[in-house]
Nanobody, 114 residues
Framework: QVQLVESGGGLVQPGGSLTLSCAAS????????MGWYRQAPGKQRELVAV???????NYADSVKGRFAVFRGNTKNTVYLQMNSLKAEDTAVYYC????????WGQGTQVTVSS
């Protein structure tokens, strides 16, 4: 079992920056992939960015060049650095970790508005 706790969401103006954090606990030594998904009102949950155990990353086209995903030194944490935020980035952001199963955090709200 893996437990994920996100933090760092909030309200930010367009063009601003925000960093999300996700801390994993439990059986974390065999996590293969960690990353971030988001779900906007009325839309399906979508991939934002993931990072694999070897360091390979994947990003949604909509965030390439603006967002960066990286893991902490302990490998039990994953971060999402978000720059040049747009109104369309407004969503609940969920941390995800994959071992043999997929685990989810409770989500953190990111609102981009002036």
């Amino acid at each position: 079992q893996v437990q994920l706790v996100e933090s760092g969401g909030g309200l930010v103006q367009p063009g601003g920056s925000l960093t999300l954090s996700c801390a994993a606990s439990g059986t974390t030594f065999s996590i293969n992939v960690m990353g971030w998904y988001r779900q906007a009102p009325g839309k399906q949950r979508e991939l934002v960015a993931v990072i694999r155990s070897g360091g390979l990353t994947n990003y949604a086209d909509s965030v390439k060049g603006r967002f960066a995903v990286f893991r902490g030194n302990t490998k039990n944490t994953v971060y999402l650095q978000m720059n040049s935020l747009k109104a369309e980035d407004t969503a609940v952001y969920y941390c995800n970790a994959v071992i043999s199963n997929s685990y989810w955090g409770q989500g953190t709200q990111v609102t981009v508005s002036s």
